[in-house]
């Protein structure tokens, strides 16, 4: 296998994980409201909540060699990642690497999809 068809399986395996991880937090989200305050609402959080919560994890693993970066630790969300990079690269944007400001850009976009469906999440 060329290091062109890794790196392109590298990109199409991140995209669909991404797009499959952020429906699943919309899906999440979705049943947390309609079940918050029932007696289910326990149990979705075991069914729901902590099978996604590995999967983020994961994911943010599979995001190492995208942004250049490790996890801040070994369990840290994506989400976490975001917010992250946007407390310590927003306070001088024009001061920043190429690599930071794509981290930054990235950040603020992934953020306001998920404040859609969760404000203030990220």
């Not at 069914?47 to 994961?58: K, Q, S």
Request: charged share 15%; glycine share 2%.
């Amino acid at each position: 296998m060329s290091i062109h068809a890794a790196l392109e399986q590298y990109i199409h395996f991140t995209l669909l994980s991404l797009i499959a991880l952020f429906i699943f937090f919309v899906v999440l989200v979705e049943l947390k409201t309609e079940f918050e305050n029932t007696k289910y609402y326990p149990v979705i959080k075991v069914l729901f909540g902590v099978p996604f919560l590995i999967a983020d994890c994961l994911m943010n693993w599979v995001f190492v060699p995208l942004f250049l970066d490790l996890p801040a630790h070994p369990f840290e969300l994506v989400t976490g990642r975001m917010t992250r990079y946007k407390k310590l690269q927003s306070n001088r944007p024009w001061n920043l690497s190429r690599l930071k400001k794509w981290r930054l850009s990235f950040a603020i976009c992934l953020c306001n999809h998920l404040n859609r469906y969760d404000a203030g999440h990220c």
